[in-house]
């Protein structure tokens, strides 16, 4: 089954729900329920792969540190693998910005300016950076991350995630935010019992799916 559009979706909450005045509470409790599975878990289905240029050139043609990371990054999977000029690959060292304020000199500083193959690197104010400087801007770096957690549903909205495999589960998550909203506790607790045993089937599900095959080596004793 294909994704449901926004005004679908819409359309398919209302035949539980009934009430056609409150329009705005709807799609407002579609985003936040997408976002609250969202951020639970990784799903295989809002992965992405990408690989980000080298370095650019500051003003004063130094080679900068700082990387752009995609407009939809939301968290970053695994390791950032360096890629150099000749095609080989290696895994940078993940740090915290105070490591690498501490470890690394300034690099904003470019008296005595240190450059060379990156070896760490840190995820700081939306932006990826390697250290040492690199010293070469043919240089790439191949992340894997899951895309931010929800935009914003409208009725425009073209494909509303989950809705082609979980709508009921995706359903009861927004009827538990819009009873729980107008004081209807008995009714949410209903529909988030729903909810949550959908997420965990959605979960298991995704896992299930990525699951390397484990062999069992036998010894002939």
């Given at each position: 089954?294909?994704?449901?559009?926004?005004?679908?979706?819409?359309?398919?909450?209302?035949?539980?729900?009934?009430?056609?005045?409150?329009?705005?509470?709807?799609?407002?409790?579609?985003?936040?329920a997408?976002?609250?599975?969202?951020?639970?878990?990784?799903?295989?289905?809002?992965?992405?792969?990408?690989?980000?240029?080298?370095?650019?050139?500051?003003?004063?043609?130094?080679?900068?540190?700082?990387?752009?990371?995609?407009?939809?990054?939301?968290?970053?999977?695994?390791?950032?693998?360096?890629?150099?000029?000749q095609?080989?690959?290696?895994?940078?060292?993940?740090?915290?910005?105070e490591?690498?304020d501490r470890?690394?000199?300034?690099?904003?500083?470019?008296?005595?300016?240190?450059?060379?193959?990156?070896?760490?690197f840190?995820?700081?104010?939306?932006?990826l950076m390697?250290?040492?400087?690199?010293?070469?801007?043919?240089?790439?770096?191949?992340?894997?991350?899951?895309?931010?957690?929800?935009?914003?549903?409208?009725?425009?909205?073209?494909a509303?995630?989950?809705?082609?495999?979980?709508?009921?589960?995706l359903?009861?998550?927004?009827?538990?935010?819009?009873d729980?909203?107008?004081?209807?506790?008995?009714?949410?607790?209903?529909?988030?019992?729903?909810?949550?045993?959908?997420i965990?089937?959605?979960?298991?599900?995704?896992?299930?799916?990525?699951?390397?095959?484990?062999?069992?080596?036998?010894?002939?004793?």
């Amino acid at each position: 089954m294909a994704a449901m559009s926004g005004s679908n979706f819409y359309a398919y909450v209302l035949r539980v729900f009934k009430r056609t005045d409150k329009e705005t509470e709807v799609y407002e409790a579609m985003t936040d329920a997408i976002m609250d599975i969202k951020l639970r878990y990784m799903f295989e289905d809002y992965k992405q792969e990408s690989y980000i240029a080298g370095t650019y050139l500051t003003g004063d043609g130094t080679v900068g540190y700082k990387i752009d990371l995609p407009s939809d990054f939301g968290h970053l999977i695994g390791d950032v693998i360096f890629i150099d000029d000749q095609g080989d690959r290696k895994t940078l060292n993940k740090r915290s910005k105070e490591y690498c304020d501490r470890v690394w000199k300034n690099p904003e500083d470019t008296t005595g300016q240190v450059t060379g193959v990156p070896k760490d690197f840190c995820i700081f104010s939306g932006q990826l950076m390697v250290f040492p400087t690199p010293d070469n801007t043919a240089y790439k770096y191949q992340i894997n991350y899951s895309t931010e957690a929800a935009t914003t549903i409208t009725s425009s909205t073209t494909a509303v995630p989950f809705t082609a495999r979980y709508r009921e589960y995706l359903r009861a998550a927004v009827l538990m935010r819009l009873d729980a909203g107008m004081g209807f506790d008995e009714e949410a607790a209903k529909w988030k019992v729903l909810a949550e045993e959908g997420i965990a089937l959605m979960v298991a599900n995704d896992e299930f799916n990525i699951k390397a095959v484990q062999t069992v080596g036998y010894n002939d004793l």
